[in-house]
């Protein structure tokens, strides 16, 4: 009877101390059933969404082949389509990004004229006036597609002209809204030169004849 007796002081002192630091017990226990939660069970499939369809490419960063990817999905083209309409720009535009993008640019803005839309339609078919190839290889455009010598220019994929072309596609940050360009040693009045070799760009796109 003395050794319980004597016990029960030890028992209350345990006791104290475990009052006293409970709440420190307490706090890994409840990290731990909070880490149960949010662990999915083994064998668990979680579904991964893929990036979403942007409208400006402030919304994400992404790699250049992500981008081109989300370029061919969004203007409907193949990725020869694709490659051959960055062969015209190249060819056409002079050896500096501000050129090649104005050239991608008159094309887009091409895509956005009724006339222009109206012309490719009649030559190719339905809703053609509005693809960025077909405005390319138009006939009576871009004499690089037509002697064919853009061909020499479609596998520049490390070229500054081929990221002006995907920055503005992926952008679609518009640098002018002209329709037409000569070369840069062809004066036309009232044209505007973006580079100091580039193309002389002119005919700018009416408000009413935008689609």
Known sequence: MNNLVDFVPLLHNVWSGLKKNLKYLILPVVYLVIICLV?????????ITEYPKLDTYTEVVLEKQEKIKYILDKYNLSNYEFQVLCG?????????????????????????????????????????????????????????????????????????????????LYTENIMHNYLSFRS????????????????????????????
């Open 39 to 47: 662990i999915p069970p083994k064998g668990t499939i979680i579904n």
């Open 88 to 168: 015209i720009v190249l060819a056409e535009a002079d050896d500096t990004y501000e050129d090649a993008y104005a050239v991608i640019n008159t094309i887009y803005n091409r895509t956005h004229s009724k006339n222009w839309i109206r012309s490719i339609d009649n030559k190719f078919g339905k809703d053609k006036g509005m693809n960025l190839y077909y405005q390319a290889i138009s006939p009576n455009q871009f004499t690089v597609y037509a002697s064919g010598s853009y061909k020499r220019h479609m596998n520049e994929i490390d070229s500054v002209g081929y990221n002006a072309i995907i920055d503005f």
């Open 184 to 211: 840069h040693s062809i004066k036309v009045n009232g044209s505007e030169a973006f580079s100091e070799k580039g193309n002389n760009y002119f005919d700018t796109i009416k408000e009413e004849n935008r689609i």
